[in-house]
Protein backbone atom coordinates (compact mmCIF):
# COMPACT_ATOMS: atom_id res chain seq x y z
CA UNK A 1 0.00 0.00 0.00
CA UNK A 2 1.26 3.23 -0.88
CA UNK A 3 0.31 6.50 1.36
CA UNK A 4 0.35 9.85 -0.18
CA UNK A 5 3.10 11.75 1.24
CA UNK A 6 1.50 15.59 1.48
CA UNK A 7 4.16 18.24 2.29
CA UNK A 8 3.08 19.89 5.59
CA UNK A 9 4.50 21.50 8.15
CA UNK A 10 5.67 19.02 11.03
CA UNK A 11 2.56 17.92 12.96
CA UNK A 12 3.39 17.73 16.80
CA UNK A 13 0.93 15.44 17.76
CA UNK A 14 2.38 13.00 14.44
CA UNK A 15 4.55 11.07 16.83
CA UNK A 16 1.93 10.07 19.17
CA UNK A 17 -0.67 9.19 16.16
CA UNK A 18 2.36 6.68 15.01
CA UNK A 19 2.40 4.67 17.83
CA UNK A 20 -1.45 4.74 18.26
CA UNK A 21 -1.47 2.99 14.78
CA UNK A 22 1.38 0.76 15.54
CA UNK A 23 -0.35 -0.04 19.20
CA UNK A 24 -3.84 -0.85 17.16
CA UNK A 25 -1.80 -2.90 14.31
CA UNK A 26 -0.35 -4.72 17.46
CA UNK A 27 -3.66 -5.67 19.16
CA UNK A 28 -5.05 -6.59 15.89
CA UNK A 29 -2.70 -8.76 14.73
CA UNK A 30 -2.90 -10.61 18.40
CA UNK A 31 -6.80 -10.42 18.22
CA UNK A 32 -7.40 -12.00 14.93
CA UNK A 33 -4.69 -14.67 15.58
CA UNK A 34 -2.23 -14.01 12.61
CA UNK A 35 0.90 -14.46 14.86
CA UNK A 36 0.64 -18.59 15.10
CA UNK A 37 2.75 -20.23 13.51
CA UNK A 38 -0.25 -21.73 11.46
CA UNK A 39 -3.11 -19.55 10.33
CA UNK A 40 -6.62 -20.65 12.51
CA UNK A 41 -5.03 -23.88 13.90
CA UNK A 42 -4.48 -24.60 10.11
CA UNK A 43 -1.29 -25.71 8.55
CA UNK A 44 -1.20 -22.53 6.37
CA UNK A 45 0.69 -19.80 7.28
CA UNK A 46 -1.33 -16.25 6.93
CA UNK A 47 0.56 -15.55 3.40
CA UNK A 48 -0.36 -18.66 2.11
CA UNK A 49 -3.85 -18.85 3.31
CA UNK A 50 -4.68 -14.99 1.26
CA UNK A 51 -3.03 -16.70 -1.87
CA UNK A 52 -5.63 -19.77 -1.31
CA UNK A 53 -8.47 -16.99 -0.54
CA UNK A 54 -8.08 -15.27 -3.48
CA UNK A 55 -7.74 -18.29 -5.90
CA UNK A 56 -11.29 -19.47 -3.56
CA UNK A 57 -12.53 -16.24 -5.16
CA UNK A 58 -11.22 -15.23 -8.32
CA UNK A 59 -12.02 -16.27 -12.25
CA UNK A 60 -8.87 -16.56 -14.07
CA UNK A 61 -5.93 -15.76 -11.66
CA UNK A 62 -2.73 -15.63 -12.40
CA UNK A 63 0.76 -15.29 -10.79
CA UNK A 64 1.00 -11.96 -12.06
CA UNK A 65 -1.73 -10.71 -10.82
CA UNK A 66 -1.48 -11.94 -7.15
CA UNK A 67 2.15 -10.63 -7.53
CA UNK A 68 0.62 -7.19 -7.89
CA UNK A 69 -2.70 -6.80 -6.01
CA UNK A 70 -0.99 -8.60 -2.95
CA UNK A 71 2.52 -7.16 -3.08
CA UNK A 72 4.23 -9.97 -2.73
CA UNK A 73 7.59 -10.54 -4.73
CA UNK A 74 7.42 -12.59 -7.48
CA UNK A 75 10.34 -15.38 -6.74
CA UNK A 76 8.51 -15.71 -3.10
CA UNK A 77 4.91 -16.34 -4.67
CA UNK A 78 6.76 -18.89 -7.34
CA UNK A 79 7.49 -20.90 -4.32
CA UNK A 80 4.53 -21.17 -2.67
CA UNK A 81 2.64 -21.79 -5.98
CA UNK A 82 5.11 -24.57 -7.02
CA UNK A 83 4.65 -26.30 -2.85
CA UNK A 84 0.69 -26.02 -3.54
CA UNK A 85 0.71 -27.64 -7.11
CA UNK A 86 2.73 -30.46 -4.92
CA UNK A 87 0.47 -30.93 -2.51
CA UNK A 88 -2.30 -31.02 -5.30
CA UNK A 89 -3.73 -27.54 -4.16
CA UNK A 90 -3.89 -25.88 -7.47
CA UNK A 91 -3.60 -26.67 -10.89
CA UNK A 92 -2.34 -24.61 -13.82
CA UNK A 93 -3.60 -24.64 -17.62
CA UNK A 94 -2.57 -21.90 -20.43
CA UNK A 95 -4.43 -18.68 -20.88
CA UNK A 96 -6.22 -18.87 -24.28
CA UNK A 97 -4.94 -14.78 -23.95
CA UNK A 98 -1.79 -14.92 -23.15
CA UNK A 99 0.81 -17.62 -23.96
CA UNK A 100 3.16 -16.48 -21.28
CA UNK A 101 0.47 -16.81 -18.55
CA UNK A 102 -0.90 -19.68 -16.60
CA UNK A 103 -4.32 -19.52 -14.98
CA UNK A 104 -4.29 -21.25 -11.48
CA UNK A 105 -7.34 -22.49 -9.99
CA UNK A 106 -8.08 -24.96 -6.58
CA UNK A 107 -8.13 -28.55 -7.44
CA UNK A 108 -10.76 -30.28 -5.74
CA UNK A 109 -8.71 -30.97 -3.02
CA UNK A 110 -7.70 -27.51 -2.48
CA UNK A 111 -11.01 -26.63 -1.75
CA UNK A 112 -11.78 -28.53 0.30
CA UNK A 113 -8.19 -27.85 2.38
CA UNK A 114 -9.86 -23.80 2.27
CA UNK A 115 -13.18 -24.96 3.18
CA UNK A 116 -12.44 -25.66 7.65
CA UNK A 117 -9.88 -22.73 6.93
CA UNK A 118 -13.31 -19.97 5.61
CA UNK A 119 -14.99 -21.45 8.28
CA UNK A 120 -12.91 -21.36 11.04
CA UNK A 121 -12.31 -17.53 9.81
CA UNK A 122 -15.75 -17.26 9.52
CA UNK A 123 -16.58 -18.26 13.41
CA UNK A 124 -14.06 -16.68 15.09
CA UNK A 125 -15.24 -13.34 13.41
CA UNK A 126 -18.66 -14.27 14.15
CA UNK A 127 -18.03 -15.16 17.93
CA UNK A 128 -15.70 -11.63 17.82
CA UNK A 129 -18.92 -9.85 16.87
CA UNK A 130 -21.76 -11.73 18.64
CA UNK A 131 -19.81 -10.11 21.69
CA UNK A 132 -20.86 -7.09 20.71
CA UNK A 133 -24.26 -5.70 20.84
CA UNK A 134 -25.65 -4.72 17.05
CA UNK A 135 -25.47 -0.51 17.18
CA UNK A 136 -21.21 -1.86 18.18
CA UNK A 137 -20.96 -4.17 15.61
CA UNK A 138 -22.65 -1.90 12.90
CA UNK A 139 -20.07 1.17 14.15
CA UNK A 140 -17.06 -0.67 14.17
CA UNK A 141 -18.07 -1.91 10.40
CA UNK A 142 -18.43 1.59 9.20
CA UNK A 143 -15.12 2.48 10.99
CA UNK A 144 -13.63 -0.51 9.53
CA UNK A 145 -14.88 0.79 5.95
CA UNK A 146 -13.94 4.39 6.85
CA UNK A 147 -10.15 3.21 7.02
CA UNK A 148 -10.17 1.81 3.81
CA UNK A 149 -11.41 4.52 2.00
CA UNK A 150 -8.85 6.95 4.28
CA UNK A 151 -5.97 4.85 3.07
CA UNK A 152 -6.87 4.40 -0.40
CA UNK A 153 -7.78 0.60 -0.16
CA UNK A 154 -11.69 1.00 -0.55
CA UNK A 155 -11.59 1.29 -4.55
CA UNK A 156 -15.00 0.24 -6.85
CA UNK A 157 -15.10 -3.88 -6.74
CA UNK A 158 -13.01 -5.43 -9.51
CA UNK A 159 -15.38 -8.31 -10.57
CA UNK A 160 -19.23 -7.39 -9.35
CA UNK A 161 -19.54 -10.38 -7.07
CA UNK A 162 -17.32 -13.37 -5.73
CA UNK A 163 -18.02 -17.11 -5.43
CA UNK A 164 -17.59 -18.73 -1.87
CA UNK A 165 -17.85 -21.88 -0.92
CA UNK A 166 -20.84 -22.29 2.17
CA UNK A 167 -20.60 -21.26 5.48
CA UNK A 168 -22.86 -21.46 9.01
CA UNK A 169 -26.14 -19.73 7.70
CA UNK A 170 -26.18 -20.09 4.29
CA UNK A 171 -28.11 -22.61 3.78
CA UNK A 172 -30.80 -21.19 5.76
CA UNK A 173 -30.72 -18.30 3.68
CA UNK A 174 -31.22 -20.62 0.39
CA UNK A 175 -34.35 -22.13 2.26
CA UNK A 176 -35.82 -18.31 2.80
CA UNK A 177 -35.10 -16.78 0.14
CA UNK A 178 -36.18 -19.82 -2.17
CA UNK A 179 -39.60 -19.82 -0.64
CA UNK A 180 -39.95 -16.33 -0.73
CA UNK A 181 -39.12 -15.71 -3.92
CA UNK A 182 -40.94 -18.46 -5.38
CA UNK A 183 -44.03 -17.08 -3.55
CA UNK A 184 -43.91 -13.79 -4.53
CA UNK A 185 -42.72 -14.65 -8.40
CA UNK A 186 -44.82 -17.87 -9.37
CA UNK A 187 -47.36 -17.95 -6.27
CA UNK A 188 -46.01 -21.24 -5.10
CA UNK A 189 -47.08 -22.07 -1.62
CA UNK A 190 -44.85 -22.62 1.88
CA UNK A 191 -44.94 -27.17 0.21
CA UNK A 192 -42.16 -25.70 -1.93
CA UNK A 193 -40.23 -24.07 1.20
CA UNK A 194 -40.55 -27.25 2.51
CA UNK A 195 -38.76 -29.43 -0.16
CA UNK A 196 -36.04 -26.41 -0.34
CA UNK A 197 -35.52 -27.13 4.05
CA UNK A 198 -35.21 -30.87 3.02
CA UNK A 199 -32.77 -30.90 0.61
CA UNK A 200 -30.58 -28.23 2.47
CA UNK A 201 -31.19 -30.49 5.57
CA UNK A 202 -29.80 -33.78 3.55
CA UNK A 203 -27.24 -31.53 2.45
CA UNK A 204 -25.91 -30.69 5.68
CA UNK A 205 -26.13 -33.53 6.97
CA UNK A 206 -24.63 -36.02 4.70
CA UNK A 207 -21.78 -33.31 2.76
CA UNK A 208 -19.18 -34.94 1.69
CA UNK A 209 -16.82 -31.98 0.48
CA UNK A 210 -14.56 -34.42 -2.13
CA UNK A 211 -18.34 -34.72 -4.03
CA UNK A 212 -20.23 -32.13 -3.25
CA UNK A 213 -20.38 -28.67 -2.95
CA UNK A 214 -22.76 -25.27 -2.14
CA UNK A 215 -21.27 -21.84 -3.97
CA UNK A 216 -22.65 -18.80 -2.29
CA UNK A 217 -22.30 -16.00 -5.32
CA UNK A 218 -21.60 -12.75 -2.88
CA UNK A 219 -21.29 -8.36 -3.36
CA UNK A 220 -19.30 -6.35 -0.40
CA UNK A 221 -21.56 -8.62 2.11
CA UNK A 222 -24.91 -9.58 0.65
CA UNK A 223 -25.51 -12.77 -0.94
CA UNK A 224 -26.75 -12.53 -4.58
CA UNK A 225 -27.75 -16.06 -5.30
CA UNK A 226 -26.39 -20.18 -4.55
CA UNK A 227 -26.05 -23.23 -6.09
CA UNK A 228 -25.87 -26.94 -5.15
CA UNK A 229 -23.93 -30.49 -6.17
CA UNK A 230 -25.11 -33.31 -4.55
CA UNK A 231 -24.19 -36.42 -5.07
CA UNK A 232 -26.97 -38.91 -6.92
CA UNK A 233 -24.85 -41.80 -7.53
CA UNK A 234 -21.13 -42.71 -7.59
CA UNK A 235 -21.50 -41.57 -11.73
CA UNK A 236 -24.33 -39.13 -11.45
CA UNK A 237 -24.25 -35.57 -10.04
CA UNK A 238 -27.50 -33.60 -9.57
CA UNK A 239 -27.56 -29.81 -9.90
CA UNK A 240 -29.94 -28.13 -7.35
CA UNK A 241 -31.02 -25.01 -5.46
CA UNK A 242 -30.10 -22.79 -8.56
CA UNK A 243 -31.19 -19.18 -7.29
CA UNK A 244 -30.08 -15.72 -7.82
CA UNK A 245 -31.45 -12.67 -6.56
CA UNK A 246 -33.97 -10.42 -8.78
CA UNK A 247 -31.33 -7.35 -8.47
CA UNK A 248 -28.20 -9.43 -9.26
CA UNK A 249 -29.97 -11.19 -12.90
CA UNK A 250 -27.93 -9.76 -15.88
CA UNK A 251 -24.56 -10.08 -14.31
CA UNK A 252 -24.13 -14.00 -15.57
CA UNK A 253 -24.75 -15.10 -11.88
CA UNK A 254 -26.43 -18.49 -13.29
CA UNK A 255 -24.63 -19.71 -16.64
CA UNK A 256 -21.23 -18.87 -13.70
CA UNK A 257 -22.59 -20.81 -10.93
CA UNK A 258 -23.92 -23.79 -13.34
CA UNK A 259 -20.67 -23.65 -14.91
CA UNK A 260 -18.70 -23.93 -11.45
CA UNK A 261 -20.94 -26.96 -10.82
CA UNK A 262 -19.52 -28.89 -14.41
CA UNK A 263 -16.39 -28.27 -13.61
CA UNK A 264 -16.67 -29.57 -9.70
CA UNK A 265 -18.68 -32.64 -11.41
CA UNK A 266 -16.01 -33.34 -13.82
CA UNK A 267 -13.09 -32.84 -11.04
CA UNK A 268 -14.38 -34.81 -8.80
CA UNK A 269 -14.93 -38.33 -11.12
CA UNK A 270 -18.59 -37.76 -11.89
CA UNK A 271 -19.17 -38.75 -15.90
CA UNK A 272 -22.95 -37.49 -15.67
CA UNK A 273 -24.74 -34.54 -14.55
CA UNK A 274 -28.40 -34.34 -13.50
CA UNK A 275 -30.92 -31.60 -12.34
CA UNK A 276 -34.99 -31.61 -11.86
CA UNK A 277 -36.83 -28.27 -12.79
CA UNK A 278 -40.41 -27.13 -14.17
CA UNK A 279 -41.30 -25.94 -17.19
CA UNK A 280 -42.27 -22.45 -15.93
CA UNK A 281 -38.73 -21.62 -15.21
CA UNK A 282 -37.50 -20.01 -18.27
CA UNK A 283 -34.65 -18.34 -17.09
CA UNK A 284 -33.16 -21.30 -15.46
CA UNK A 285 -33.96 -23.64 -18.71
CA UNK A 286 -32.40 -21.07 -21.25
CA UNK A 287 -29.39 -21.43 -18.92
CA UNK A 288 -28.95 -25.06 -18.80
CA UNK A 289 -29.39 -25.23 -22.20
CA UNK A 290 -26.95 -23.06 -22.94
CA UNK A 291 -24.65 -24.92 -20.70
CA UNK A 292 -25.02 -28.33 -22.59
CA UNK A 293 -27.90 -29.79 -20.66
CA UNK A 294 -30.80 -31.71 -22.92
CA UNK A 295 -34.11 -32.20 -21.88
CA UNK A 296 -34.70 -35.59 -21.09
CA UNK A 297 -38.05 -36.17 -19.87
CA UNK A 298 -41.34 -34.01 -19.30
CA UNK A 299 -44.15 -34.86 -17.02
CA UNK A 300 -47.62 -33.06 -15.66
CA UNK A 301 -48.14 -32.84 -11.86
CA UNK A 302 -49.76 -30.62 -9.62
CA UNK A 303 -47.31 -29.63 -6.81
CA UNK A 304 -46.56 -26.09 -4.64
CA UNK A 305 -50.43 -25.63 -5.31
CA UNK A 306 -49.77 -25.31 -8.97
CA UNK A 307 -50.52 -27.64 -12.39
CA UNK A 308 -47.02 -27.35 -13.16
CA UNK A 309 -44.79 -29.85 -15.77
CA UNK A 310 -41.82 -31.16 -14.27
CA UNK A 311 -38.54 -31.08 -16.31
CA UNK A 312 -35.08 -33.35 -16.61
CA UNK A 313 -32.07 -32.35 -17.89
CA UNK A 314 -28.59 -34.21 -18.19
CA UNK A 315 -25.47 -34.00 -20.14
CA UNK A 316 -22.43 -36.09 -19.58
CA UNK A 317 -19.47 -34.73 -18.16
Known amino acids: MTVARH ?49 A ?34 RRAASPLDARQSLLTLTAQGRAAFA ?24 LVEDMAEIETLLG ?10 LRPHRPGDLGWIVHRHGALYAGEYGWDDSFEALVAEI ?5 REFDARRER ?45 DECLSFARHAGYRRMTLWTNDVLHAARHIYEQAGFQLTAREPHHAFGK ?3 SETWERDL
Not at 11 to 37: C, H, K, M, S, W
Not at 60 to 68: E, F, H
Not at 125 to 136: E, K, Q
Open 153 to 162: ERPAPAVPYV
Open 200 to 204: AAKFL
Open 57 to 90: HREDATASALVRDLGLDAGYLSRLLKGFEARGLI
Open 214 to 258: CWIAEREGEILGSVLVVRQSDEVAKLRLLLVEPQARGLGIGRRLV
Open 7 to 55: NLAPDPALPARIAAVRRFNRFYTRRIGVLQEGLLKSPFSLTEARVLYEL
Open 307 to 309: DLV
Open 116 to 139: PLDHRSQDEIGVMLGSLPASAQKR
